[in-house]
């Protein structure tokens, strides 16, 4: 199983970016797909899910702003991000969540996301 997550880059307050994740050993209908975040000196937190034909879930601090989405055909999530702000600065991770059925659960790499002027 690989993940891998790539979009990642330095953009100004306000500006917007499209993280990908491209998976390989898994189908996605069979798992709850989502991204992570953790900045410096932080914990890892959730940013969206999405499990299916499109049930999604946000964190508060992204709603509004960010879109996660599932391309079931290519085996690839985004998340649209819009609206950085400097607070959005983290590694972004990719997640594929199967525990909830009994499965495993895998993690990319992480892609580097820095919001500043």
């Known amino acids: 199983v690989q993940l891998v997550e790539s979009g990642g880059a330095l953009v100004q307050p306000g500006g917007s970016l499209r993280l990908s994740c491209a998976t390989s050993g898994i189908q996605l209908n069979y798992y709850r797909m989502g991204w992570y975040r953790q900045g410096a000196g932080k914990e890892r937190e959730l940013v969206a899910t999405?499990?299916?034909?499109?049930?999604?879930n946000y964190a508060d601090a992204v709603k509004g702003r960010f879109t996660i989405s599932g391309d079931d055909a290519k085996n690839t999530i985004h998340l649209q991000m819009n609206n950085l702000k400097p607070e959005d600065t983290a590694v972004y991770y990719c997640?594929?969540?199967?525990?909830?059925?009994?499965?495993?659960?895998?993690w990319g790499q992480g892609t580097q996301v820095t919001v500043s002027s």
């Open positions: 999405i499990i299916g034909a499109g049930t999604t």
């Open positions: 997640n594929a969540d199967a525990t909830p059925w009994g499965g495993a659960v895998h």
